[in-house]
């Protein structure tokens, strides 16, 4: 199979950190260190990946031996074949623990401490050291963090790097006042804000897709497209995290952020080059076409309980006069010359009845006269599970009559590239943080204008208090999303199925 590397622009001040390089992942007893960090870091230490030497330093609250510590690793760590298990073991004689408190100085000098024996052991004769700070932690201590790594741990002769996971505020004046804080402490280029949406393979597709084929890129336009949708799914409700998830809701958890940068890199013009700033350039220049979201543009909605599954206010972590949206449905809308015009339905909830993440292009009607009735085209990039991009369009049905039948044309990745792996979204971020490559990370200034489109939107549930359309657990959603649909898109949801594969069988 015929391939091309892409390169970035030559003018990129990037520095990959090739050796005497240590990552500390703050927050290392928790469920997002346990599930993503550790996994994709031997992950990539598997495929030899990561800088010779690595050192890999846990820091939490939690006081625990190694054994433990190593324990927490390897939980969600999986070993499918042999020679995973013989490297599982030298990756986590890589991996060490120290346990501090957040908001004092004498736990980050413990850590500084034990980061300079473990320097000192892995490379003696090192000049320059280099440190990447993992906050696998909640927003409450971020800026916290963030000052006394910064006090006790920043290295003064070395490359420094620190990766933030969101939510970064819950408005625009929280966002503003927590990246103000982090800025004052750490420069613009030693700041990796993760999205992990800009890991997946399919969201990373989107530029060769729309920039390396015209036949796609010129029809993206007003002229062309009726609507665009973009759906994020889950079977599954909140799961003893409701109280987390109230202060925050499907909007903030979701939309602001995974949804909305999908959309802006599915519709920003052609950059000059694949170096981060002019990618992130041409995503805040789409993102400022964009007014804040009307209420009346929004269909809000609540999963109840259905058989044994129960409903959202069932959960025990969630008030009981809880009007926090699971589903939201809302229209954007991007005044540009390019797409004026063209609504844009941003989609999400939680218990439906499915697993999904896809954005669905859909073109204008086939002009009338020898046609009467015939489906409209649809380009559908499927995000996850099962990533495929299809086009739906209409062929001649075979036979002696003339008839048209809708099918598709189908590029699904198992069967298209079966002998490739694809990446968890979580190694190829850690890894673009290692070369300091910020292409697929959210800028200062990216992060504020999204802020500015939600939070009027935001402040409004809270303030009105709408009570969310209810939805049984496993349903499409409200009742009134067709309706909806129809009245912001002009189009009824068609019969017709893609078929899905059966991925076992591939």
């Given amino acids: 199979?015929?391939?091309?590397?892409?390169?970035?622009?030559?003018?990129?001040?990037?520095?990959?950190?090739?050796?005497?390089?240590?990552?500390?992942?703050?927050?290392?007893?928790?469920?997002?260190?346990?599930?993503?960090?550790?996994?994709?870091?031997?992950?990539?230490?598997?495929?030899?990946?990561?800088?010779?030497?690595?050192?890999?330093?846990?820091?939490?609250?939690?006081?625990?031996?190694?054994?433990?510590?190593?324990?927490?690793?390897?939980?969600?760590?999986?070993?499918?074949?042999?020679?995973?298990?013989?490297?599982?073991?030298?990756?986590?004689?890589?991996?060490?623990?120290?346990?501090?408190?957040?908001?004092?100085?004498?736990?980050?000098?413990?850590?500084?401490?034990?980061?300079?024996?473990?320097?000192?052991?892995?490379?003696?004769?090192?000049?320059?050291?280099?440190?990447?700070?993992?906050?696998?932690?909640?927003?409450?201590?971020?800026?916290?963090?963030?000052?006394?790594?910064?006090?006790?741990?920043?290295?003064?002769?070395?490359?420094?790097?620190?990766?933030?996971?969101?939510?970064?505020?819950?408005?625009l004046e929280s966002s503003r006042e927590m990246m103000g804080k982090l800025k004052k402490l750490w420069q613009e280029d030693e700041t990796f804000r993760i999205d992990h949406y800009l890991g997946k393979e399919m969201v990373k597709n989107l530029l060769i897709l729309r920039f390396g084929n015209p036949v796609l890129d010129n029809s993206f336009n007003k002229n062309l497209i009726s609507n665009v949708q973009i759906t994020f799914?889950?079977?599954?409700?909140?799961?003893?995290?409701?109280?987390?998830?109230?202060?925050?809701?499907?909007?903030?958890?979701?939309?602001?952020?995974?949804?909305?940068?999908?959309?802006?890199?599915?519709?920003?013009?052609?950059?000059?080059?694949?170096?981060?700033?002019?990618?992130?350039?041409?995503?805040?220049?789409?993102?400022?076409?964009?007014?804040?979201?009307?209420?009346?543009?929004?269909?809000?909605g609540q999963y109840s309980a259905k058989g044994d599954k129960p409903g959202y206010k069932d959960d025990d972590t969630v008030p009981k006069d809880s009007v926090s949206p699971t589903f939201a449905a809302l229209v954007l809308h991007i005044n540009s010359p390019k797409w004026e015009g063209v609504p844009f339905v941003l989609k999400a909830g939680k218990a439906l009845n499915e697993q999904k993440t896809e954005i669905r292009i859909q073109y204008k009607d086939v002009t009338q006269g020898i046609f009467k009735d015939i489906a409209r085209n649809e380009l559908v990039i499927r995000v996850q599970p099962g990533e495929s991009v299809y086009m739906k369009m209409n062929a001649k049905a075979p036979g002696l009559q003339m008839r048209t039948v809708a099918t598709e044309m189908d590029l699904t990745y198992k069967r298209r590239f079966s002998d490739l792996k694809i990446p968890e979204a979580y190694e190829a971020l850690i890894l673009d943080a290692f070369k300091g490559d910020h292409s697929n990370f959210v800028r200062d200034d990216e992060l504020d204008i999204a802020w500015k489109i939600f939070t009027p939107i935001l402040h409004q549930i809270e303030n009105d208090k709408p009570t969310p359309k209810s939805y049984e657990y496993g349903s499409r959603g409200p009742a009134e999303l067709d309706d909806f649909i129809t009245k912001h898109v002009g189009y009824t949801r068609a019969n017709y199925q893609w078929p899905t594969v059966d991925a076992g069988k591939l």
């Avoid at 007014?291 to 009346?296: D, G, H, Q």
């Fill in 1 to 171: 199979m015929a391939s091309q590397e892409i390169p970035s622009s030559g003018n990129s001040t990037a520095v990959e950190l090739k050796e005497n390089t240590s990552i500390v992942v703050l927050g290392a007893s928790g469920d997002l260190a346990k599930k993503k960090t550790f996994p994709a870091l031997f992950g990539l230490f598997f495929n030899g990946f990561l800088p010779p030497n690595l050192q890999i330093v846990g820091y939490a609250r939690t006081k625990m031996d190694e054994e433990e510590f190593h324990k927490r690793v390897v939980q969600y760590i999986k070993t499918p074949i042999p020679q995973m298990k013989s490297k599982l073991k030298e990756f986590l004689e890589l991996c060490t623990y120290v346990s501090g408190q957040y908001d004092t100085d004498e736990g980050f000098q413990d850590l500084e401490k034990h980061l300079a024996e473990r320097e000192k052991a892995a490379y003696p004769d090192a000049k320059t050291k280099n440190r990447v700070f993992y906050m696998a932690l909640p927003p409450s201590v971020f800026t916290v963090v963030a000052e006394g790594l910064k006090k006790n741990n920043y290295l003064k002769d070395g490359i420094n790097r620190i990766v933030v996971e969101k939510p970064f505020g819950k408005d």
């Fill in 233 to 300: 799914k889950e079977p599954f409700g909140t799961e003893g995290r409701g109280g987390y998830f109230d202060e925050f809701g499907i909007i903030r958890d979701v939309m602001q952020n995974h949804l909305l940068q999908v959309l802006s890199i599915l519709t920003m013009e052609r950059p000059v080059s694949f170096s981060a700033e002019d990618i992130r350039d041409e995503k805040v220049k789409v993102l400022r076409f964009i007014p804040p979201i009307k209420m009346e543009e929004a269909l809000l």
